[in-house]
């Protein structure tokens, strides 16, 4: 298989439409359209249908740019073997929640700018569900994610994994309440992630081992926004120690088990060829 072809197959499972992959690798459509054509006769199956003025990926289309990943990212670094000076450049795209994006990958893209220039990362902030479905559908190449070490995460095996730092958690209650601990609030209504499952699976660990069931009334994503429900008296919530919560809120450190999120690079298997992706991993590893 010409592997130009095979980066035309892949372009147009990122991008959808046969213009747009010819604008992105400057030639024209009636190229892209006959090398796709010539990739099916090929490996002797259709790549692509119609999908009304536009074309989609067959099923068989889709396993192959999932091959051809590998196979573009191996001949990239073959290319890097033999030319061990060749500047990394292209489009990173990065998924990954809130903390670890300022902490972690900020400091980064400012760093790339004058290392490597021609890198440009792309962001987009999900929560680890969310960004491990975009890993799997190959809509970004980088997820940054959490778990707790009371709930760890379920990797798979095709997953390479960086971890990258660890905060300790703890319980935010309004701030007359801090000298209770865990068993005291075994009455209080619960709030918990509304778009992912971690703090709520570490949550059920706790109170399990403190002897009651948390009663799980309210789903937020925002910190802020659960510091103004606990500040409410609407309930009570997992939050990390350290951080500046709301007049009002104490965050009560908890112990035997105490609660981390720990925060990892996760991209798939095979890909950490790819020079861009390489250059920022290996980044986000030493911060």
């Keep these: 298989m010409d592997v130009r072809r095979l980066r035309m197959l892949l372009e147009l ?13 400057s030639t024209t459509t009636s190229s892209v359209s006959q090398g796709i054509a010539a990739l099916a006769r090929d490996v002797g ?7 009304g003025r536009r074309v989609r990926l067959t ?23 033999l030319d061990p000076s060749a500047e990394p450049v292209g489009v990173l795209r990065v998924a990954g929640f809130a903390s670890a994006i300022r902490r972690s990958l900020l400091p980064v893209v400012g760093d790339l700018r004058s290392a490597h220039p021609g890198i440009e990362v792309r962001i987009h902030e999900h929560e680890p569900l969310e960004a491990f479905d975009l890993l799997a559908r190959d809509e970004v190449d980088l997820a940054l994610v959490y778990d707790y070490d009371l709930a760890p995460a379920d990797w798979r095996d ?19 309440d801090r000298g209770l601990v865990l068993a ?24 399990s081992r403190a002897g009651f069931v ?39 450190r908890l112990r035997d088990p105490e609660v981390r999120l720990r925060a990892f690079a996760v991209t798939r298997r095979g890909r ?16």
């Design 214 to 252: 948390p009663r799980v009334v309210h789903r937020i994503d925002s910190l802020e926004l659960l510091d103004d429900l606990v500040v409410a008296g609407r309930g009570v919530g997992l939050l990390p120690r350290g951080r500046t919560s709301r007049r009002g809120v104490s965050v009560v």
């Design 272 to 287: 950490d060829a790819w020079a861009p992706l390489r250059a920022v991993v290996g980044r986000l590893a030493r911060e």
């Design 184 to 207: 005291d609030l075994a009455d209080r209504d619960w709030i918990v992630n509304s778009r992912n499952t971690a703090d709520e699976d570490a949550l059920r660990t706790l109170a």
């Design 45 to 51: 199956t259709p790549l692509v249908e119609p999908d």
């Design 59 to 81: 099923p068989a289309g889709r396993r192959l740019a999932d091959h051809a990943v590998t196979i573009l990212a191996a001949v990239e670094s073959a290319r890097l073997d």
């Design 158 to 176: 095709d997953h390479e994994v960086t971890a990258l730092w660890e905060v300790e958690w703890g319980v935010g209650v309004p701030t007359r």
């Design 13 to 25: 499972s990122r991008l959808g439409a046969m213009h747009e992959v010819a604008d992105a690798l």
